[in-house]
T-cell receptor, first 111, second 117 residues
Framework: GESVGLHLPTLSVQEGDNSIINCAYS??????FIWYKQESGKGPQFIID?????DKRQGQRVTVLLNKTVKHLSLQIAATQPGDSAVYFC??????????FGQGTTLQVKP | DTGVSQDPRHKITKRGQNVTFRCDPI?????LYWYRQTLGQGPEFLTY????????KSRLLSDRFSAERPKGSFSTLEIQRTEQGDSAMYLC???????????????FGPGTRLTVL
């Protein structure tokens, strides 16, 4: 079936470096994608979203890139900080707001 | 605090017992969603409401599960005759109606962690 997945379960980066978290999706009809951050014991926190008519969208220290040709999106975090340590999920909106989540990438920031 | 709230935050119960969780969405949001999340996995969609109407239910929502949103504000999720496999984090989210566009951001609550012994 259709699914949204992430390439790596864990990513370890040095504080101050840039982080790139990847996600592959399989439903070519998907038109809206969201990145969430989830800290231990908390609910997912919205980070940034992107629609399929865009290739790139920037927020504060975060950028999402969408490559529809290869059905891939990525989340880039600039100058990674210890507070960025969390599990990151990409999610696909399948209409009426129903979100399909991938399994998540754990970002570990080394001081 | 104007975010999504859930109660209780933790629930431990014995197999076979019934449990009920509550979700209070962001006040101006008319869409409310329930998800289930097991350890190491992403959240899985269970059901959603627009105002008081339950518009979609996942096949994950067995007959032992029932959700209500009687006045279009808070929602409850009840699990009857709990099983050990029901142990998970139950997340609630809310969003606007989508009237301003095809999609609206879902804001999640802190979740209710259920442990069935």
């Amino acid at each position: 079936g259709e699914s949204v997945g992430l390439h790596l379960p864990t990513l370890s980066v040095q504080e101050g470096d840039n982080s790139i978290i990847n996600c592959a999706y399989s439903n070519s009809a998907s038109d809206y994608f969201i990145w969430y951050k989830q800290e231990s014991g908390k609910g997912p926190q919205f980070i940034i979203d992107i629609r399929s008519n865009m290739d790139k969208r920037q927020g504060q220290r975060v950028t999402v890139l969408l490559n529809k040709t290869v059905k891939h999106l990525s989340l880039q975090i600039a100058a990674t900080q210890p507070g960025d340590s969390a599990v990151y999920f990409c999610a696909e909106n399948q209409g009426q707001g129903k979100l399909i989540f991938g399994q998540g990438t754990t970002l570990q920031v080394k001081p | 605090d104007t975010g999504v709230s859930q109660d209780p935050r933790h629930k431990i119960t014995k197999r076979g017992q019934n449990v009920t969780f509550r979700c209070d969405p962001i006040s101006e949001h008319n869409r409310l969603y329930w998800y289930r999340q097991t350890l190491g996995q992403g959240p899985e969609f269970l059901t959603y409401f627009q105002n008081e109407a339950q518009l979609e239910k996942s096949r994950l929502l067995s007959d032992r599960f029932s959700a209500e949103r009687p006045k279009g504000s808070f929602s409850t999720l009840e699990i009857q005759r709990t099983e050990q496999g029901d142990s998970a984090m139950y997340l609630c989210a809310s969003s606007g109606s989508g009237a301003t566009g095809p999609t609206d951001t879902q804001y999640f609550g802190p979740g209710t962690r259920l442990t069935v012994l």
